[in-house]
C-alpha cells in the first residue's frame, strides 16, 4: 500500500483518533448530510494509507489529510451534480438547529475560500497558519479571508437576533 | 470573532459528541480500494436483462406477500456473481492478514468463508427494489453473509454490496448486526445480521423512536426502513411467544 513513505500507518491513526469528529464537523459543514460526512471521513483516510507515499514531508500530516477531506468532498458534490435527480440531502432531518436561516445561506453563499477557511477555523480548530497550509496560500491571505467572511456574517447575526 | 457567532456557527452543525471512530473500517476501505474490489458502498445501478429475469422470479412473490419478507428463495444456490462476491470477502481477508504482518497492527480479520456453498435466505421488499441476503459458511463453525439490492446486482459485472461475518457461535444472547446507508439508496437504512439463538423475529427501535419488527429466517434478519427514521438503535430477538431471547444496544 505503499506506506514505506514519511508518513507512518500509526500517525495517520492517531490524527484520525483524536481529531474524528472535527472531520465530522467539517464533512457536515461542506456536504450537509451527516452519512455522506461520515463517508467522507472514512473515504479521506482510506484515501491517505492508500496514498501515503505521495505525502512530501513539505506540511504538517494534518494538512495533508485536511486537504485530502476537501478533495473528498468536493468529489462528492460533483458527483451529487453528475446525478442530479437523487434529492438533495434532507438538513430537517439531521437533529441541529433549523435556526440561524439567514446566517446559514450567508456561509453557504460564502467565497469558497472564505468558506473553507471559516470551516476550519471554526469546525477543524485550525490556526491561521494551519489553514494556510491547508488552503495553499499565505497566512495573511487566509487572515483577510477570515475577517471578510466574519464581517459579512457578523451583519447577518445582528439582523437575527434583532428579529 | 464575537463570541456569539461563533455559537451561531457551532449551532448550525451537530456536535457528534456521541460517534465513534471505526479504524477498522477505514483499512477495510482501503484494502478494497487498493485491490480494485468493490466498495461496501453502492455507488451506482445498472439494470440487465439477467437482472431483469431475476426479478421476474422474485417479485412474483413479494407481492403475494404484500410487501413483507419472505423466503422464496431459501437454500437456493448462489449464483456466480454472489459466489465471486464471498470470494472476494477471502481475498480481503488474505489482504488484511498481509496488512497486519506488514504494520505489526492487529486486525479483526474476516474468517474464511465456502463461497461455493453460498445461498439464499431471506429478500425484504423495499421501495428500491427487493433486498437480498445470501450466506456461506465459514471456518470455524461462522457464517458469512451478503446483502444487497437486487437492482444492483449486476454493476460493471461485479455484485456491489456488503458482507459481514461471524465467527465461531458466540453466547445465545448474542445479536450480531450492521446497519448501513449509501448514496445509491439514499432514502432507506438497510439492517441485516445473525442472532445465535432461534428466534421468529426481530424488534428494532430507530432512533426517532419507531419501532419495526422484521421476521427471522434461519436466525438471519433483514429489513429496511426509511431513513428519516434514524439508525437502529436497539434489537430486541423475539421467540414464537414474544419471550426475549436475545437484545443488542447502541448509545
Not at chain 1, 501515503?52 to 462528492?76: H, K, T
Not at chain 2, 439464499?120 to 446483502?147: I, N, R, S
Amino acid at each position: 500500500m505503499g506506506l514505506h513513505a514519511k508518513v507512518s500507518v500509526a500517525a495517520i491513526e492517531d490524527v484520525y483518533r483524536s481529531r474524528y469528529r472535527s472531520f465530522l464537523r467539517l464533512g457536515y459543514a461542506l456536504l450537509g448530510d451527516a452519512d455522506e460526512a461520515r463517508d467522507a471521513v472514512q473515504e479521506t483516510f482510506a484515501t491517505a494509507l492508500n496514498t501515503a507515499s505521495s505525502y512530501r514531508g513539505e506540511g504538517s500530516i494534518d494538512a495533508w489529510l485536511w486537504q485530502m477531506m476537501l478533495n473528498v468532498c468536493r468529489q462528492e458534490k460533483r458527483r451529487r451534480k453528475r446525478f442530479s435527480s437523487q434529492p438533495p440531502p434532507d438538513r430537517s432531518t439531521n437533529g441541529h438547529s433549523q435556526e440561524w436561516r439567514e446566517l446559514r445561506a450567508l456561509v453557504a453563499a460564502l467565497p469558497e475560500q472564505e468558506r473553507h477557511a471559516t470551516y476550519l477555523r471554526y469546525y477543524a480548530d485550525l490556526s491561521q497558519d494551519e489553514i494556510a497550509g491547508v488552503l495553499g496560500v499565505r497566512p495573511g491571505t487566509v487572515g483577510a479571508a477570515l475577517n471578510h467572511a466574519r464581517n459579512k456574517l457578523r451583519a447577518a447575526l445582528t439582523r437575527e437576533v434583532t428579529l | 470573532m464575537t463570541d456569539l457567532l461563533e455559537l451561531a456557527l457551532d449551532d448550525l452543525i451537530p456536535s457528534f459528541a456521541d460517534e465513534q471512530p471505526d479504524w477498522a473500517g477505514v483499512i477495510v476501505r482501503s484494502t478494497q480500494s487498493a485491490s480494485g474490489l468493490p466498495r461496501l458502498r453502492a455507488r451506482h445501478t445498472r439494470r440487465t436483462l439477467a437482472l431483469a429475469f431475476l426479478l421476474l422470479l422474485l417479485v412474483g412473490s413479494a407481492v403475494a406477500f404484500a410487501g413483507r419478507v419472505h423466503d422464496l428463495f431459501f437454500g437456493k444456490p448462489a449464483p456466480p456473481i454472489i459466489k465471486r462476491a464471498f470470494m472476494q470477502q477471502n481475498q480481503m481477508r488474505s489482504q488484511m492478514r498481509q496488512w497486519e504482518k506488514a504494520h505489526g497492527h492487529p486486525l479483526n480479520s474476516l474468517p474464511r468463508v465456502n463461497a461455493g456453498r453460498a445461498h439464499g435466505v431471506m429478500a425484504a421488499k423495499t421501495q428500491d427494489g427487493l433486498l437480498l441476503l445470501w450466506a456461506a459458511p465459514a471456518t470455524g463453525g461462522g457464517e458469512c453473509w451478503f446483502v444487497e439490492f437486487a437492482a444492483d446486482q449486476l454493476d460493471h459485472n461485479r455484485p456491489t454490496g456488503s458482507g459481514s461475518c461471524s465467527r465461531a457461535p458466540a453466547a445465545p444472547s448474542t445479536v450480531r448486526w450492521a446497519s448501513e446507508w449509501s448514496a445509491a439508496h439514499r432514502t432507506l437504512t438497510v439492517l441485516s445480521g445473525r442472532l445465535d439463538t432461534d428466534a421468529d423475529a426481530v424488534r428494532v427501535r430507530l432512533r426517532h423512536g419507531a419501532v419495526r419488527t422484521i421476521p427471522v429466517v434461519d436466525r438471519y434478519f433483514l429489513g429496511a426502513f426509511a431513513h428519516t427514521l434514524g439508525a437502529p438503535v436497539r434489537l430486541t430477538a423475539l421467540d414464537a411467544k414474544g419471550h426475549v431471547v436475545a437484545r443488542s444496544s447502541v448509545r
